[in-house]
């Protein structure tokens, strides 16, 4: 039994065994039996009419809905039989095997198989594939599920030291297309057809691994460093633009530092220490002052009382 195959052909010995052919073989014996014992026929002609049960019950075969029989007559191709009930002569003629024909799956791998770029990997794939001409299947190739499935893990060697291994963890999808197209060319000539291989995954050595992992860690910091000082250029460059425009208009300079220390003056609680220099160049000593006063009047009111 092949070690790559999932399901095998049936054993035409199994198939010989039906339920129609045992049971015509089981109503002729005892109607043989019967008329014996009822004296109505000679022992020797019972003997005889076993006979025929037997042979009459081996000629009667039975194929499934999905395969195919191959039969064979004196060894030599006779013709395609099935699905259903069909008839046969016993000795003279034999069905060699019946022929699976609904799509199957096979698994492969490549075990330790170099990369272009020199990197060992273990690849597990999977082909399906469908035999389309039993005749070719059964009469071009002695084992036509081992031929696939050993055909398959050849072609995945050639693709993987055809590629590097960033193409084999990128484009899967692209390697199983090709293996599938590479596969068709050499099972066709069979009567076989591979209709799509996939590949389920690709190891690498733990080394490798965590040298790839440091290497992608690596390159997330290299990336956000290069947008962190990105930020920065495009924050100086409109900071430039901001200060181009504030020297040739200082009343908009003295309103957005107003601006400025009225929104840190909106919380309650805290506390804005405010260089004279710049109260002076906004000219908001006089504001401050004027404010405070209007405070102060305001708190005694609250303190005094209405008079």
């Not at 799956?105 to 020199?118: G, H, N, Q, Y």
């Not at 999977?126 to 059964?138: C, L, T």
């Not at 460059?237 to 003056?265: D, S």
């Amino acid at each position: 039994m092949s070690q790559f195959a999932s399901n095998t052909d049936s054993k035409p010995m199994v198939k010989a065994f039906n339920i129609v052919s045992i049971t015509v073989f089981i109503v002729l014996a005892i109607s043989t039996m019967v008329v014996n014992a009822l004296s109505l026929i000679p022992d020797w002609l019972a003997v005889l009419g076993l006979v025929f049960a037997g042979w009459v019950a081996a000629s009667i075969r039975i194929a499934d809905q999905w395969e195919k029989a191959v039969l064979l007559r004196l060894g030599r191709f006779r013709a395609l039989k099935g699905p259903g009930i069909f008839l046969m002569i016993p000795i003279i003629d034999l069905v060699d095997k019946y022929v699976d024909q609904r799509i199957r799956v096979t698994d492969f791998s490549a075990e330790t198989t170099l990369t272009k770029d020199t990197v060992p990997v273990s690849v597990d794939a999977v082909v399906y594939w469908m035999v389309w001409d039993v005749k070719k299947a059964a009469l071009e190739v002695q084992d036509y599920i081992d031929a696939v499935a050993y055909m398959a893990q050849t072609a995945l060697r050639d693709i993987i030291g055809k590629h590097e291994l960033a193409d084999l963890l990128q484009h899967r999808e692209m390697i199983g297309e090709a293996l599938q197209k590479t596969l068709d060319e050499f099972t066709t000539p069979w009567g076989i057809t591979c209709n799509s291989v996939g590949i389920k995954d690709i190891v690498i050595p733990k080394d490798l691994e965590n040298a790839m992992s440091k290497q992608a860690q690596a390159e997330r910091e290299r990336q956000a460093r290069i947008i962190l000082g990105t930020a920065e250029t495009e924050i100086a460059q409109k900071f430039a633009e901001a200060a181009e425009r504030y020297r040739n208009n200082p009343v908009a300079l003295q309103l957005r530092g107003m601006n400025m220390l009225f929104e840190g003056l909106k919380d309650k609680g805290s506390m804005v220490i405010v260089p004279s220099s710049a109260l002076e160049s906004m000219n908001m000593g006089a504001v401050g002052g004027l404010t405070a006063l209007s405070e102060l009047q305001g708190n005694s009111d609250q303190l005094t009382g209405p008079r």
